[in-house]
């Protein structure tokens, strides 16, 4: 496989990628856990039986008819080889895609902290990026903004809210 400028030294890739994400919560409800395992489906795990109907009855609630887990971590651990690195490395990608990636990774981690969860969904939005890029100085030394509508969420287990502040 060669590089796109002519002239180049071909791609060598010599070792492999990998990518570590984790999951935990004290207080695990279903949906936290279809949300978790939402991620085990983007790797075809789902069709192994990593899916919430097959996974609740083997965790049964603390206390009888809560719809509280108790404590579950997921771990995932996903591991590229050298053509996979290839493959992905040597095929054209545009900005919009990486920029989609990007936001989809951030607001999965931002999402499962309160404190973090607003800026996610604000991040995640396209149209929240467009006016900043259109008019920065309206982002700055405001007490409080608020922006609507967010967009739809990639999750879906997991909507959107309606609008964030």
């Known amino acids: 496989m060669s590089s796109k400028q002519p002239g180049s030294p ?6 492999s990628a990998s990518y570590d994400l984790s999951f935990s919560g004290s207080k695990t409800s279903s949906k936290r856990l279809e949300y978790y395992l939402n991620v085990a489906s983007d790797f075809g795990l789902a069709r192994q039986g990593a899916t919430v109907q097959n996974l609740l009855p083997l965790l049964p609630p603390p206390s009888p ?6 404590p579950i971590t997921a771990d995932y651990q ?3 080889t050298r053509d996979a690195l290839q493959r992905l490395f040597g095929a054209p990608i545009d900005e919009t895609t990486v920029r989609q990636i990007a936001r ?3 607001l999965a981690n ?11 969904w604000c991040y995640w939005t396209q149209g929240i990026y467009d006016d900043w890029k259109n008019g920065q100085a309206a982002f700055t030394n405001h007490a409080r903004l608020s922006f609507t509508p967010i967009a739809k969420s990639p999750f879906p287990e997991l909507p959107a809210p309606s609008a964030q502040s």
């Open 78 to 80: 996903v591991r590229y």
């Open 104 to 106: 989809e990774v951030v």
């Open 110 to 120: 931002y999402v499962r902290d309160t404190g973090l969860e607003e800026i996610g």
């Open 65 to 70: 008819g809560a719809d509280d887990l108790g």
């Open 10 to 15: 071909p791609l060598r890739f010599e070792k």
